[in-house]
């Protein structure tokens, strides 16, 4: 039972990313999905959410309008792509599960989230 977010690198400032988060043993369409990021020497801060079906999205003020949260149920994948990268976008980025079905709330806390995956990192240089 995992979660693994894969995808991340190094890239210049300005550029575009896509991470992807795959899951095995474990169902994820009916939960809501978030990606979160830590820096190093902070806490672990929320990025974005996104509700069961994709009708539903939440973003981070400092990564709105540059992310964008989605997921295919019927591979059990949920992605972030990000566009407009910065320097200050620095984090190993992690996808999670909720911990609760679906219930109208999209949550931006990491405690309300069960499953976690490995993180992956993504570094923007100037």
């Known amino acids: 039972v995992q979660l693994q977010a894969f995808g991340g690198g190094l890239v210049q400032a300005g550029s575009s990313l896509t991470l992807s988060c795959a899951a095995s043993?474990?169902?994820?369409?009916?939960?809501?999905m978030g990606w979160f990021r830590q820096a190093p020497r902070k806490e672990r801060e929320f990025v974005a959410a996104?509700?069961?079906?994709?009708?539903?999205?939440d973003y981070a003020d400092s990564v709105k309008g540059r992310f964008t949260i989605s997921r295919d149920n019927a591979n059990n994948m949920v992605y972030l792509r990000m566009n407009s990268l910065q320097p200050e976008d620095t984090a190993v980025y992690y996808c999670?599960?909720?911990?609760?079905?679906?219930?109208?709330?999209?949550?931006?806390?990491?405690?309300?989230?069960?499953?976690w995956g490995q993180g992956t990192q993504v570094t923007v240089s100037s």
């Open positions: 999670a599960r909720d911990r609760a079905t679906y219930n109208g709330r999209l949550h931006r806390q990491p405690v309300e989230y069960y499953y």
């Open positions: 043993g474990l169902t994820l369409v009916n939960y809501a």
């Open positions: 996104i509700s069961r079906t994709g009708g539903i999205s």
